[in-house]
């Protein structure tokens, strides 16, 4: 695993596609039934990123605080946004864009010093030759959707195999075109492992760009793992990635008004980073290529944040495991410094628990205000709790972060489990 993901901490995810002419769902609109399929293609012609400046892109995930972002070069409706040579769906030869939006967006990240992110469909659903195998151990009887599986009895693996040879192609084009430092797939679930070939491909990647990251939907394959809309209770062990919505929708709909509150992002974000992962926050661009104001200021609120804290955020690593802490935790690299994010009002103090160091100094970080603390109580080996005293006066609007400086590399005290 390449240093820059683990040490990422937030991605931007860009959901960008003719779906955001008409505001409708990427690709599920038409797979689902909920406009037809011609009426959702019919979408390329307005399709004109007009305003689209992607230096401005990467000036506002500077200030949200970004270390990578992630852009859609092809979902699941086949629609490419560079001049893919494996066929002619793409933005260059159907679209009044005309151009390959790709390179800019690669350039302007790197200008910057971020990394770059490429998102990529497996799956194709406007590709002739997509739908012509079933997933192993289907069910005969069960049609499926139309889009996705034959019909019993017009199976074809010789066009199933057309299918991949172009699928190939579109990864080689991306891989020497882009230089990706992160490759996103998409899409995996509607074939086996085997029918992908999905070894060979890590083979291929790995050959050709060894290092570009690739997350877990490379079934059995990828670097890391990617839950969706939920901070996992129980963190994955390794490196892991959470991929959030600002509203409630992945690409442009100007009718999801359900914005989450800079509060509520920050606490998602201090949630991920506390057991480990990274927050990939997605943002639907319109047409033109503009953010919604709503969605940017919110990256900008976040990147406040963010900055007022970065030692808790930056060199980091996951902290504390449940019960020593209600709420999430950070520990340094050196792990001398335990960061504690408060993200309600105490009830006069809040208490840290089974951590055996002394606490030789907490303090309010972005104010550096200190605060009162003592050990009370403890016997032996087991350590007793600290008590920290955080007045009124010293919390953050979003969330509050208080840092401890131990006397020596964390040391934490577990109980054993008696029979």
């Not at 209770?233 to 959030?244: D, R, S």
């Not at 999801?256 to 509060?263: F, Y």
């Not at 104010?367 to 009124?392: A, I, K, Q, S």
Request: net charge negative.
């Amino acid at each position: 695993m390449q240093p820059w993901f683990t040490d990422g901490k937030l991605g931007i995810f860009l959901h960008w596609g003719i779906y955001s002419v008409d505001g409708v769902a990427e690709s599920w609109s038409f797979f689902n039934g909920q406009v037809p399929y011609d009426a959702y293609m019919a979408q390329l012609d307005g399709f004109d990123a007009q305003k689209w400046d992607p230096d401005a892109w990467a000036d506002l995930f500077v200030e949200a605080g970004a270390a990578y972002a992630v852009l859609t070069a092809k979902h699941h409706d086949g629609v490419a946004l560079w001049d893919t040579q494996a066929g002619d769906l793409s933005v260059v030869k159907r679209t009044p864009a005309a151009r390959d939006l790709i390179t800019p967006y690669v350039d302007a990240l790197r200008r910057r010093g971020l990394k770059v992110g490429l998102y990529y469909s497996h799956l194709d659903w406007s590709h002739p030759d997509y739908a012509t195998v079933r997933p192993d151990g289907q069910d005969p009887d069960d049609r499926g959707n139309p889009y996705a599986m034959p019909a019993v009895g017009e199976e074809s693996p010789e066009r199933w195999d057309a299918f991949l040879a172009f699928h190939r192609a579109q990864v080689r084009e991306l891989l020497g075109l882009f230089q990706p430092d992160l490759l996103w797939f998409d899409g995996e679930w509607e074939r086996s492992p085997e029918q992908w070939h999905m070894a060979e491909l890590a083979e291929l990647i790995a050959e050709l760009s060894p290092h570009t990251v690739v997350n877990g939907r490379l079934t059995g394959h990828g670097d890391y793992a990617t839950p969706e809309q939920g901070v996992p209770v129980e963190p994955p062990k390794g490196p892991w990635e959470l991929c959030l919505t600002v509203n409630d929708s992945w690409g442009y709909q100007p009718q999801d008004d359900h914005h989450k509150s800079p509060r509520q992002l920050v606490r998602v974000f201090a949630e991920t980073v506390g057991g480990g992962g990274n927050l990939l926050l997605a943002v639907g661009p319109k047409a033109d290529g503009t953010i919604p104001p709503e969605q940017a200021e919110r990256l900008e609120a976040l990147g406040e944040w963010i900055a007022g804290h970065r030692p808790a955020v930056r060199d980091t690593g996951r902290g504390l495991p449940h019960g020593h802490f209600y709420g999430p935790s950070t520990l340094s690299a050196d792990r001398h410094t335990l960061y504690l994010f408060l993200f309600d009002r105490p009830n006069e103090y809040v208490v840290l628990r089974g951590v055996r160091n002394a606490v030789r100094s907490a303090r309010v970080l972005g104010t550096g205000t200190d605060v009162r603390h003592e050990r009370v109580g403890g016997l032996g080996e087991v350590p007793g709790w600290e008590y920290l005293y955080v007045h009124d006066d010293q919390l953050d609007p979003l969330c509050t972060v208080v840092a401890l400086e131990l006397d020596g590399e964390l040391d934490l005290y577990r109980e054993h489990t008696r029979d």
